[in-house]
């Protein structure tokens, strides 16, 4: 028996042994949409990857390249891949160079990154913008080419529009997969856009994106059979979201309950920070928020069937306990200077030029209005228009205190940064000036009132300049505004009459602005709003209502959002001790324009009501008349029973 048992005994231990030595380990660092945060999070100017535990900014692309230098040392021989999961460009002044420099393409070659994929921000220059990024990069010559990976995108035989692209698609510049082969393994990687990213990005066209279920299918097909690998790797921009019970839903999660044979997922889009690992069936998931504020470091074993598993995970904070890597910082201080040559200069600006100073941090929180209202009155003042409006989710970011509350024109840019000219092709998206009969005006706040309180998110929470309304959750959709005043908290609020002659002229970017031209289609012709010129002349497209700065100069010359926030913050006749515009956040600037008054009492009920309110009114009372008569008669027949 003691013979059986030592037998036994050797027979698990060589089965262990064999075990561990047939099982794999790779870890995966990574990242995803960096949106062109190439410094810290927080007041440029307390940035300062040279000194150690001296700021409150986290981020910041050179101590990323610090950190992912002591994590490859620290692994050592281990098969390590590092990878990101797209949108690297858009939402700081270094994208508006983008085409001219390719600076984050070069600076995700630089960190030595394996592969990225294409987010929706890459097409906010349009299809050729994105030819250029990568035609700049390569240009350069200073870091390698990294991997594009786009499996699903698909390039239009009828439009030239995309052709550049496709050139460089055709050149291997972009790849529908790419194989790494370390340390013994062979990875296969292919990246996918998602469907919520194309629709938010209708600057893409003519490029389209085929459908990402189909087109994993195909790629794990062809990386499992053709090609051989031992893990397969998607780059998605599609994204994940927190569920009310704790659980996460989302593209990614439905692609790989339907696509088997995804090892792991590397996710981005929804700006997620998953602080574990989630697992699907066999597939991982991992995501880490957004704008390199961490680093994402995943340990996975293979055992001898080929099951990827997780074996540890870890989320590295990036912030000033890590110093900038003097090289990165470099090449980013190279970017600024092209920024203010290139950009700034000419309309009287430099990137880390001091213009405001803030008391607190100024929120996108839909019931911290500072930040809309200051919005709101600079495309106001400078459409030269009577109101303004915008919705919650174009302030792409916040104003951060900090330490000392400063604000640089590079702090200031990154609340309005996106888009791009209808005429003249430069960054920023470009003011309009409309004009409505106050009737329209009512009606378009009705649509803006309905699409938040429909969509549920604070991203759709209307921001205006120029007017206040009140609105009645008791009344009909569509039929909620009582009451709108026109003015402003300075001058004083007039109240205004829908059915009053004249034309109001309103002022917005071409990108919330040309929202007003599908009204009609919106509410199925239920309101016949038709945007005008000044003379009351319909008005056929959004290019015919762009603001010309300079109608004495040749052609359109556009006035940016980001241009009219500068000016607007710039001319504020409120200082602080040093000269700095202050942005207060007490009394008129805080003022609520936008009121909820939830009220039964009839002088609010029908208070200027249209016909909705009117009509469903009274079937409500034809229907409680019905009820009393039934009621009524069949009291009758019980009693004569």
């Known amino acids: ?67 992912l230098h002591e994590r490859r040392a620290a692994l050592g021989e281990v098969p390590l891949l590092t990878l990101d999961a797209g949108d690297f460009s858009m939402g700081t002044l270094f994208h508006t160079v983008a085409r001219e420099e390719g600076g984050e393409l070069r600076l995700l070659g630089a960190l030595g990154y394996d592969a990225t994929t294409l987010g929706n921000h890459e097409f906010d220059f349009r299809p050729a913008g994105l030819a250029q990024m990568i035609a700049a990069a390569e240009r350069a010559g200073d870091a390698p080419n990294v991997p594009i990976l786009a499996s699903n995108i698909r390039f239009s035989a009828q439009s030239a529009d995309d052709d550049a692209l496709e050139a460089l698609q055709r050149a291997g510049r972009i790849q529908p997969y790419r194989i790494v082969e370390k340390g013994g393994l062979r990875f296969g990687l292919f990246g996918l856009m998602g469907r919520d990213a194309v629709e938010v990005s209708p600057l893409m066209a003519p490029v389209t994106f085929a459908d990402p279920l189909a087109a994993a299918r195909d790629m794990v097909r062809l990386l499992r059979e053709q090609e051989r690998v031992d893990v397969v790797i998607l780059l998605s921009h599609m994204g994940v979201s927190a569920q009310p019970d704790g659980s996460w839903r989302g593209e990614d999660v439905e692609l790989v309950e339907q696509v088997p044979g995804i090892d792991l997922v590397i996710g981005a889009h929804s700006h997620s920070l998953l602080r574990e690992p989630l697992r699907v069936n066999d597939t991982t998931l991992v995501q880490v928020g957004s704008e390199i504020q961490y680093l994402g470091e995943l340990h996975m074993t293979l055992d001898a069937q080929g099951r990827a598993r997780v074996a540890e995970y870890r989320l590295h904070a990036i912030d000033d306990r890590t110093p900038g890597d003097p090289a990165i910082g470099q090449r980013v201080a190279a970017l600024q200077q092209a920024v203010s040559e290139r950009v700034l200069a000419a309309h009287g600006y430099a990137f880390d030029q001091p213009l405001a100073r803030v008391e607190r941090t100024l929120t996108r929180a839909y019931d911290d209005s500072v930040l809309g209202n200051l919005v709101t009155d600079a495309l106001r003042r400078g459409a030269g228009s009577d109101i303004a409006f915008t919705g919650n989710g174009t302030l792409r970011d916040e104003l951060y205190r900090g330490r000392e509350g400063v604000q640089s024109v590079a702090d200031l840019f990154r609340v309005a940064p996106l888009g791009i000219g209808e005429f003249d092709d430069q960054p920023g998206y470009p003011l309009m000036r409309v004009y409505f009969t106050p009737r329209e005006i009512r009606q378009i706040l009705e649509v803006l009132l309905l699409a938040y309180q429909m969509r549920d998110s604070d991203s759709y929470y209307p921001r205006v300049s120029g007017v206040k309304f009140t609105y009645n959750p008791w009344r009909m959709p569509f039929d909620r505004v009582s009451r709108i005043w026109l003015g402003d908290a300075e001058r004083g609020y007039r109240e205004l009459d829908p059915d009053a002659p004249g034309l109001i002229s309103l002022g917005a970017t071409t990108y919330v602005g040309s929202f007003t031209w599908l009204i009609p289609e919106l509410t199925y012709g239920l309101f016949e709003v038709v945007p005008k010129d000044a003379e ?106």
């Open 536 to 641: 009351g002349r319909p008005l056929a497209q959004i290019r015919d209502a762009v603001l010309d700065r300079d109608p004495d100069t040749p052609g359109i010359q556009e006035y940016k959002e980001w241009q009219a926030f500068l000016d607007h913050v710039a001319a504020l006749p409120a200082r602080d001790a040093r000269g700095l515009a202050l942005l207060t956040d007490q009394g008129a600037a805080a003022e609520q324009r936008m009121l909820r008054v939830a009220s039964l009492a009839p002088s609010e009920l029908f208070r200027h009501a249209g016909g909705l309110q009117w009509t469903a009114t009274l079937l409500c009372a034809l229907l409680l008349w019905l009820a009393g008569w039934l009621t009524w008669r069949l009291w009758r027949r019980v009693r004569a029973g």
């Open 1 to 67: 028996m003691r013979i059986i048992g030592s037998l036994l005994a050797l027979a698990c231990l060589m089965a262990s042994l064999a075990s561990g030595a047939a099982e794999r380990r790779f870890v995966v660092l990574h990242t995803n949409d960096w949106q062109s945060r190439l410094l810290g999070y927080g007041p440029n100017s307390e940035y300062s990857p040279d000194s150690l535990n001296d700021d409150l900014t986290v981020g910041g692309v050179a101590r990323l390249a610090t950190l």
